[in-house]
């Protein structure tokens, strides 16, 4: 049983490997649908999401963080959510290949993220935890998950 203390994640799969973000960040997770396209934006920007009547930005998880594209299946979803930002809070849509569970990690499970050279860059990982099976979950700091660059571009589509 989770204690007060711990913090509460929604876990998704990206091929193999398995990421987090706080649930305080998520406001639903829907079935995939193709977002309507908008041009000229940045390449891992799918476009628009239509979330409860409002045009939602959505962007291609495994396109920002160099992985290879594929197509959606029956397990992908899209997460709907509200990212802080320095100056305001950005509506989002992710698109993940699958999402898992939501869990709890204490403060002491997770260690400060490696500078390993792995596919994805480092600043945006706000930390891991070893996962049971010898793996990890990698946290997302979603903040610097989007550059001021992407937070303008994702700002002008919606």
């Known amino acids: 049983?989770?204690?007060a203390a711990d913090l509460q994640?929604?876990?998704l799969g990206l091929g193999a490997e398995v990421f987090a973000v706080p649930v305080s960040h998520v406001r639903e997770i829907l079935d995939y649908q193709a977002p309507f396209a908008i041009p000229d934006g940045p390449s891992y920007?799918?476009?628009l999401t239509d979330v409860r009547g409002r045009g939602t930005p959505t962007i291609d998880l495994r396109m920002k963080l160099g992985l290879p594209a594929i197509p959606p299946d029956g397990a992908t979803r899209i997460l709907v959510l509200d990212v802080p930002l320095e100056d305001r809070e950005?509506?989002?849509g992710l698109i993940a290949?699958?999402?898992i569970e939501v869990v709890a990690f204490s403060e002491a499970q997770i260690e400060a993220a490696p500078d390993i050279g792995v596919p994805w860059r480092s600043e945006y990982i706000r930390g891991v935890v070893r996962r049971e099976n010898g793996g990890f979950v990698v946290?997302?700091?979603l903040a610097r998950l989007l550059t001021s660059q992407d937070a303008a571009a994702l700002s002008q589509a919606a």
Do not use: C, H, N
């Open 45 to 47: 920007l799918m476009g």
């Open 90 to 92: 950005l509506s989002l």
């Open 9 to 11: 994640f929604v876990t």
């Open 97 to 99: 290949d699958r999402v």
């Open 1 to 3: 049983m989770a204690s």
């Open 139 to 141: 946290i997302f700091d």
